[in-house]
C-alpha cells in the first residue's frame, strides 16, 4: 500500500479533479504490475496496473492493492470493479472507501458479489492524507485550501504604502529558492487565487515559469473592475475566472470568464461554492493580507505555508493572524518555511 501512495504521488498536478489513486498487481509476493491515475480523461490507476501485467494468467491467483474504492460507474472511462472481476482477479485490497456519491461502497459491493476477497483500510490514515484534496471536495464541498505567504523577522507581508509608491517592483522577501518552490506548487494544485490590491500592486502571472508544470487556473476577485486589460492575469494566456460584484454579462470570452458574487455575505464561502460548482479540488491562496485573513476568519483553510525571510521592515503591513498545529519546519537557505495544519 506504500508503494500505491508512492505511485499515485506521480499524478499530483495532472488528473484534478480525479483523485491520485497509485495500485499494484501481486502474485507469489512480488509486484507483477503497477500504475498510477493517467491526466484526467484517460484510465485509472487500477487499469494502468493490470495493463502492465505481463502474463495475464498470473492475474487468477493476484492481489490488487489500491489507495482507493475501484468506481462501479461508467464516466470519462468504464468501471474499475468490471474490469477487476473481468480478469478473474480474486483477491482486492483497499486503503480507503471513495465518499463519492456515484461510489461509496457500490464498487466493494460489486468486488464482493462477483467472489472477490475484499479488504478494506489498510493504511487508512496515509490514504486519507494522500486523498487530501479529493476527500476535501467530497466530503466538505469545498477544495483542499493552501494558504501561502511570506514575511519579515519582524512580522510584515509588505512595506508602508509611501516606500511601495517610490519603488513599484515587487519586494521580494523570501529568497529565490523559495520562489522556485511556489511555482513547484502552482504546478501541483488545480487554481491559484488572489485579491485585486495584489495584481494592481505586482501585476503577477501566476505561473510556473520558474518550474516545469501545469499554469493554475487563475481566480481574481476584483469586485469593481479595476484591473487594466493589459495586466497579466486578463491576457487570456491561461485559464482565468474574475469573479465580482459587476454586471458580467458579455465580458467573458474563451480565456477570462467572469462570475458574479456577492462581496457583502461571507465572501470566502460564495468562493468556495463557486469553485466546487467548476469541479476544482484544491486552491493555493497568494492573496495579500486582507483575502487571505478573510478565509482564515471564516474557518476554510486546510494549511498554511509561511516563509520568514531575513529582512525587517519596522511598519508595514502585518502578517495574517493565524492559529494552526506545526506540522513542519525547514530552512531553505535564509528562509524558514513553516507548515501549519487546520486541525
Not at 516545469?212 to 487563475?218: L, T
Amino acid at each position: 500500500m506504500l508503494r500505491c501512495i508512492e505511485l499515485g504521488k506521480k499524478g499530483l498536478g495532472k488528473v484534478a479533479p480525479n483523485p491520485m489513486v497509485g495500485s499494484v498487481v501481486v502474485n507469489d509476493g512480488k509486484i507483477i504490475g503497477e500504475g498510477f491515475t493517467s491526466p484526467y480523461g484517460g484510465a485509472h490507476a487500477e487499469v494502468n496496473a493490470i495493463g502492465a501485467v505481463s502474463n495475464e494468467e498470473l492475474l487468477k491467483s493476484a492481489t490488487l492493492y489500491v489507495t482507493l474504492e475501484p468506481c462501479s460507474h461508467f464516466g470519462k472511462t468504464p468501471p474499475c470493479a468490471d474490469l477487476i472481476v473481468q480478469k478473474n482477479i480474486p483477491r482486492v485490497v483497499i486503503g480507503l472507501q471513495d465518499p463519492h456519491d456515484k461510489v461509496a461502497g457500490r464498487g466493494i459491493q460489486k468486488l464482493k458479489a462477483a467472489g472477490c476477497e475484499v479488504t478494506l483500510g489498510v493504511l487508512e490514515a496515509e490514504c486519507r492524507e494522500h486523498h487530501k484534496r479529493f476527500l476535501s471536495f467530497q466530503e466538505k464541498k469545498r477544495p483542499y485550501i493552501i494558504l501561502k505567504w511570506a514575511e519579515t523577522k519582524d512580522g510584515f507581508i509588505a512595506p508602508e504604502q509611501s516606500v511601495r509608491k517610490n519603488n513599484p517592483e515587487p519586494f521580494w522577501i523570501s529568497n529565490g529558492s523559495s520562489k522556485q518552490l511556489v511555482h513547484q506548487w502552482r504546478g501541483e494544485e488545480q487554481a491559484i487565487l488572489v485579491g485585486t490590491n495584489t495584481v494592481l500592486t505586482d501585476n503577477p502571472k501566476l505561473s510556473t515559469r520558474n518550474w516545469s508544470g501545469k499554469n493554475p487556473i487563475r481566480i481574481v476577485l476584483d469586485r469593481n473592475l479595476r484591473i487594466p486589460a493589459e495586466f497579466n492575469v486578463l491576457d487570456g494566456s491561461i485559464k482565468t475566472h474574475v469573479l465580482t460584484a459587476q454586471t458580467v454579462e458579455g465580458k467573458s470570452n474563451s480565456g477570462v470568464q467572469y462570475h458574479f458574487v456577492d462581496f457583502t455575505k461571507n465572501l470566502p464561502q460564495q468562493i468556495c461554492n463557486y469553485l466546487f460548482s467548476q469541479s476544482i479540488t484544491s486552491l493555493l491562496i497568494e492573496g495579500g493580507r486582507e483575502t487571505l485573513q478573510s478565509f482564515i476568519d471564516a474557518n476554510l483553510w486546510d494549511e498554511a505555508r509561511v516563509f520568514t525571510g531575513n529582512a525587517e521592515f519596522g511598519s508595514g503591513v502585518k502578517s495574517p493572524t493565524i492559529y494552526g498545529h506545526t506540522i513542519d519546519s525547514k530552512n531553505i537557505i535564509s528562509d524558514t518555511l513553516t507548515v501549519l495544519r487546520n486541525d
